[in-house]
């Protein structure tokens, strides 16, 4: 059973940093397309950064333009760990933040492995979701 498991959320000020990480465990292979989303109380959830590994392991990332520059996103070499480094925290980055997971699975030389990257790289991502952590920036 595949689950995904956030931590590291918590209550801050505005300025401050907050990293918050997040494990994918009951899948053995690393997943090469790995991302933060958040959902703020009335609002629909957006993606926030993703990171997409090909199969030569270099990696790409792509970032929501609000987060842009602030935040940071990685991903363990060896595990199905992402983390998010978050700097200079404003109270409208106050959310949920979810991790999610999507893993390509099939023949990496057909048109299937390229739609995924686009997918990606467009906050598409949905087959495995955490429950959320809870990110709140006072100001």
């Known amino acids: 059973q595949v689950k995904v498991m956030e931590s590291g959320g918590g209550s801050v000020q505005a300025g401050d940093s907050l990293r918050i990480s997040c494990e994918v465990s009951?899948?053995?292979?690393?997943?090469?397309?790995l991302g933060w989303f958040r959902q703020a109380p009335g609002k629909e959830r957006e993606g926030v950064a993703t990171?997409?590994?090909?199969?030569?392991?270099?990696?790409?990332?792509f970032y929501h333009a609000s987060v842009k520059g602030r935040f940071t996103i990685a991903q363990d070499n060896a595990k199905n760990i992402v983390s998010l480094q978050m700097n200079s925290l404003q109270p409208e980055d106050t959310a949920i933040y979810y991790c999610?997971?999507?893993?390509?699975?099939?023949?990496?030389?057909?048109?299937?492995?390229?739609?995924?990257?686009?997918?990606?790289?467009?906050?598409?991502?949905?087959?495995?979701w955490g429950q959320g952590t809870q990110v709140t920036v006072s100001a």
């Open positions: 990171i997409y590994t090909y199969t030569t392991n270099s990696s790409r990332k």
């Open positions: 009951g899948y053995a292979q690393k997943i090469n397309c």
């Open positions: 999610a997971a999507d893993p390509f699975v099939g023949n990496v030389y057909s048109g299937a492995y390229f739609d995924h990257q686009v997918r990606c790289g467009k906050f598409r991502l949905d087959q495995y």
